[in-house]
């Protein structure tokens, strides 16, 4: 998925209200009624897996900022509509220290001797000997499903558990302490509320969390691996669906059918654009017809359970072979790809893949009679005259956001060194405008992008994404075979669901 580069701070989140103008008050007698004769909860859970990495990302974060409080919080619900909310997922950097996945969390790191101590502080669960278990649709566990309460939380994630109710206390004393504090801020703005406004420190703390992700180690990159594999089953499920889909929505709902399936969910919006559609660059409307004779640009990816994001695209020809014209553009695309690619190898500049794939991109269009000046003119700096049919840079930083580390130094990102064991993406793509009277008719409405996952190593790089044809011969072959070959939509890598 191209890398915007911009954020902005959510408002603070409504609350999600415990009960709803249609909902009826319950008799004292239903509620005596209610909270008697259940079984104990069962005993605590077991540990979460991978808890080691964990441990050891707070201790390298402790190890960053030695005597000093660090404040990290996950975020709430947020309203859809109303009284409806989106599926909820975790603050990136929480998850990322603790593994916890529920709302409303709060990492405390507290210093002491020899680095910090972690306190997690979450949701109480009163059992059902409290009538909140049913009477409230925002928390109860009868309404959404049961917390793993304060005793539960410290046993899975190994960490010291309080409650909620428990942290207003607990942070002023903090404040009467009088410690050096940082907070990761536009997450909660509640809790940003309760500490005064220190700008840089608290930039430095988020830039320090976005740096720690640059480097995957082996469990991180094993992940991302599982998300790809998905996503190529993702997209043979639309491939074999395609002979029969009519718009680019059955495209959507059948490759995230796959990330409900086999993930949390989809990294982002997918992108499912037909036609001309592929020319606008974050075209996720996806309600446009699929027309035999044009192409399809599918950018797409799984978010693995672990939250870590696959991000891929292949342009593929809805009617099976590309037309000599949709030949000839991705082919060039495909060249400055293997460009990008040759760059992709440790000390080299994060930005020289994406100098590669526009030189080879700039002469390509000359060649083609598009670009109107010679590709050298166009290269320079000050000009930059490609971007008018090639927008968007070739790589960002993937993991558990698709556009991973993105408050890291632009030193150590984007004017920075490509590092063993980085993740990124190569996604160079072409896009000519229906009414860009400097192309030729025959190029008008083609839209092309081949985006691959990239992790770099000691002596160079492996593309994560390999095993998903992009040679335009191989990806008609792919498509035969799949259309060729019964539905696997409920199959996974382990088997039929």
Same mark, same amino acid.
């Given at each position: 998925?191209?890398?915007v580069?911009?954020?902005?701070?959510?408002?603070?989140p409504?609350?999600?209200?415990?009960?709803?103008?249609?909902?009826?008050?319950p008799?004292q007698?239903?509620?005596?009624?209610?909270?008697?004769?259940?079984?104990?909860?069962a &005993?605590?859970?077991?540990?979460?897996?991978?808890?080691?990495?964990?441990?050891?990302?707070? %201790?390298?974060?402790?190890?960053?900022?030695?005597?000093?409080?660090l404040?990290?919080?996950?975020?709430?619900?947020k309203?859809?509509?109303?009284?409806t909310?989106?599926?909820?997922?975790? &603050?990136?950097?929480?998850?990322y220290?603790?593994?916890?996945?529920?709302?409303? &969390?709060?990492?405390?790191?507290?210093?002491e001797?020899?680095?910090h101590?972690?306190?997690l /502080?979450v949701?109480?669960n009163?059992?059902?000997?409290?009538?909140?278990?049913f009477?409230?649709?925002?928390?109860?566990?009868?309404w959404?499903?049961a917390?793993?309460?304060?005793?539960?939380s410290?046993?899975?994630?190994?960490?010291?558990?309080?409650? !909620?109710?428990?942290?207003?206390?607990?942070?002023?004393?903090?404040?009467?302490a009088?410690?050096?504090?940082?907070?990761?801020?536009?997450i909660?703005?509640?809790?940003d509320?309760?500490?005064?406004?220190?700008?840089?420190?608290?930039? %430095?703390?988020?830039?320090?969390?976005?740096e720690l992700r !640059?480097?995957?180690?082996?469990?991180e990159?094993?992940?991302?691996?599982?998300?790809?594999?998905?996503?190529?089953?993702?997209?043979?499920?639309?491939?074999?669906?395609?002979?029969?889909?009519r718009t680019?929505?059955?495209?959507e709902?059948?490759?995230?059918?796959?990330?409900?399936?086999?993930?949390?969910?989809?990294?982002y919006?997918?992108?499912?654009?037909?036609?001309?559609h592929?020319?606008?660059?974050?075209w996720?409307?996806?309600?446009?017809?699929?027309?035999?004779? %044009?192409?399809?640009?599918?950018?797409a990816g799984?978010?693995?359970?672990s939250?870590?994001?696959?991000?891929?695209?292949r342009?593929?020809?809805?009617?099976?072979?590309?037309?000599?014209?949709?030949?000839?553009?991705?082919?060039?695309?495909l060249?400055?790809?293997?460009?990008?690619?040759?760059?992709?190898?440790?000390?080299?500049?994060?930005?020289?893949p994406?100098?590669?794939?526009?030189?080879?991109?700039?002469?390509?269009?000359?060649?083609l009679?598009?670009?109107?000046m010679?590709?050298? %003119?166009?290269?320079?700096?000050t000009?930059?005259?490609?971007?008018?049919?090639?927008?968007?840079?070739?790589?960002h930083?993937?993991g558990?956001?698709?556009h991973d580390?993105?408050?890291?130094?632009?030193?150590?990102?984007?004017?920075?060194?490509?590092?063993? &064991?980085?993740?990124?993406t190569?996604?160079?793509g072409? /896009?000519?405008? !229906?009414?860009?009277?400097?192309?030729?008719?025959r190029?008008?409405?083609?839209?092309?992008r081949?985006?691959?996952?990239?992790?770099?190593?000691?002596?160079?790089?492996?593309?994560l994404?390999?095993?998903?044809?992009?040679?335009?011969?191989?990806?008609?072959?792919?498509?035969?075979?799949?259309a060729?070959?019964?539905?696997?939509?409920?199959?996974?890598?382990?088997?039929?669901?």
């Amino acid at each position: 998925m191209l890398d915007v580069r911009t954020k902005t701070t959510d408002p603070t989140p409504a609350e999600v209200p415990a009960t709803a103008s249609h909902d009826q008050g319950p008799p004292q007698a239903l509620l005596d009624f209610m909270i008697t004769e259940w079984e104990p909860r069962a &005993g605590l859970p077991a540990p979460l897996e991978g808890l080691e990495h964990f441990r050891a990302r707070r %201790e390298a974060l402790s190890q960053r900022f030695p005597g000093e409080v660090l404040i990290v919080a996950t975020g709430h619900e947020k309203i859809r509509a109303n009284d409806t909310t989106y599926r909820f997922r975790p &603050g990136t950097d929480f998850y990322y220290l603790t593994g916890n996945r529920e709302p409303d &969390g709060v990492l405390v790191l507290t210093p002491e001797a020899g680095g910090h101590a972690a306190r997690l /502080y979450v949701e109480p669960n009163p059992g059902k000997g409290d009538k909140t278990f049913f009477t409230d649709r925002a928390k109860g566990e009868l309404w959404v499903g049961a917390r793993l309460g304060v005793p539960e939380s410290a046993a899975r994630y190994g960490i010291e558990a309080r409650g !909620l109710p428990e942290l207003e206390a607990d942070l002023g004393a903090l404040r009467e302490a009088v410690k050096p504090l940082r907070v990761l801020r536009g997450i909660d703005p509640q809790l940003d509320a309760q500490f005064e406004v220190a700008q840089e420190r608290d930039a %430095e703390f988020a830039t320090a969390l976005s740096e720690l992700r !640059l480097i995957k180690d082996a469990y991180e990159i094993g992940e991302l691996e599982k998300a790809v594999a998905a996503t190529k089953r993702g997209f043979e499920d639309v491939l074999r669906a395609l002979p029969g889909s009519r718009t680019e929505r059955h495209v959507e709902g059948t490759f995230n059918l796959r990330a409900r399936v086999e993930g949390n969910d989809v990294g982002y919006g997918t992108i499912a654009a037909a036609g001309a559609h592929a020319c606008t660059l974050h075209w996720t409307r996806n309600d446009g017809a699929l027309r035999h004779g %044009e192409l399809l640009l599918l950018d797409a990816g799984v978010e693995a359970v672990s939250l870590y994001t696959a991000d891929i695209t292949r342009t593929v020809p809805i009617g099976g072979r590309f037309s000599p014209a949709q030949r000839e553009i991705y082919e060039l695309v495909l060249e400055s790809q293997r460009a990008a690619f040759a760059e992709c190898a440790p000390g080299n500049d994060f930005l020289a893949p994406n100098a590669a794939a526009m030189k080879v991109l700039a002469h390509g269009l000359e060649r083609l009679g598009i670009l109107p000046m010679p590709a050298e %003119e166009a290269l320079v700096e000050t000009n930059q005259f490609y971007k008018r049919y090639s927008l968007h840079g070739v790589s960002h930083m993937l993991g558990l956001d698709v556009h991973d580390c993105a408050k890291a130094r632009e030193e150590n990102y984007r004017y920075g060194k490509l590092q063993s &064991g980085m993740v990124l993406t190569v996604e160079p793509g072409l /896009y000519f405008q !229906l009414d860009d009277r400097t192309v030729p008719q025959r190029y008008r409405g083609i839209g092309v992008r081949i985006e691959d996952d990239v992790v770099i190593t000691e002596d160079g790089h492996r593309v994560l994404s390999e095993d998903i044809p992009r040679e335009s011969g191989d990806v008609e072959r792919w498509m035969r075979a799949c259309a060729a070959s019964p539905s696997s939509l409920f199959a996974t890598a382990d088997g039929p669901v």
